[in-house]
């Protein structure tokens, strides 16, 4: 049971150039999120998503995108980098959500540097 | 809208010394609480989260929290420090007004323990 897993770990992308960060996770979850983590910031929500097929903005979406084709796969797509766009990036998954009470569940991380 | 606020991005104790990290939350209904721990290029990891059973909650490593109402408060303790301890630690608040199950972190504190 590898939980929730991240690739890559690191990327270094130039401004205009196009990634996909991918996530997979073998919890059989149904919800899935994506966050970015900046200094001094804690982390903010950028996208997530309920089930397969449906997805969701969070707080700070734009210049991002998302799809769920699939219970376990949740890739977060950038278009277009930007050196705002550095960051760490997180993905997570819980099992129900709703309640409010789940426990969610950290891949280990993508560095991106936008230069 | 929720919102989490750590008081001290840094925290420094010496090995043996009681810790406290310090959360205040702003919610309009009770809600559910978590503390996360990050170690150095780690994902974050769950230490105990408060879903309104006991307001004293024991949580991993030795670490426990008491929710406070009236204080709007959800400290962090562990009486003795390890040096292991040493880590970034997020407060986080559980949207329950959502769909997905939303949390919002704090700025994070990050700990350093002295020999």
């Known amino acids: 049971n590898a939980g929730v897993t991240q690739t890559p770990k690191f990327r270094i992308l130039k401004i205009g150039q196009s990634m996909t960060l991918q996530c997979t996770q073998d919890?059989?979850?149904?919800?899935m999120y994506w966050y970015r983590q900046d200094p001094g910031m804690g982390l903010k929500l950028i996208y997530y998503?309920?089930?397969?097929?449906?997805?969701d903005k969070g707080e700070v979406p734009n210049g991002y995108n998302v799809s769920r084709s699939t219970t376990e796969d949740f890739p977060l797509r950038l278009e277009l980098a930007a050196p705002s766009q550095t960051s760490v990036y997180f993905c997570?998954?819980?099992?129900?959500?709703?309640?409010?009470?789940?426990?969610?569940?950290f891949g280990p991380g993508t560095r991106l540097t936008v230069l | 809208a929720q919102s989490v606020t750590q008081l001290g991005s840094h925290v420094s104790v010496s090995e043996g010394a009681l810790v406290l990290l310090r959360c205040n939350y702003s919610?309009?209904?009770?809600?559910?609480l978590f503390w996360y721990v990050q170690y150095p290029n780690q994902g974050l990891q769950l230490l105990l989260k408060?879903?309104?059973?006991?307001?004293l909650v024991k949580g991993i490593n030795g670490f426990e929290a008491e929710f406070k109402k009236s204080e709007t408060s959800f400290h962090l303790t562990k009486p003795s420090a390890h040096m292991s301890d040493a880590a970034e630690y997020f407060c986080?608040?559980?949207?329950?007004?959502?769909?997905?199950?939303?949390?919002?972190f704090g700025g994070g504190t990050r700990l350093m323990v002295k020999p």
């Open positions: 997570a998954s819980s099992s129900r959500g709703g309640s409010g009470a789940d426990t969610q569940y």
């Open positions: 919890m059989n979850h149904n919800y």
């Open positions: 998503s309920v089930g397969a097929g449906i997805t």
């Open positions: 919610s309009s209904v009770p809600p559910y």
């Open positions: 408060y879903t309104s059973a006991a307001t």
């Open positions: 986080a608040v559980s949207d329950l007004g959502g769909a997905g199950n939303m949390l919002t």
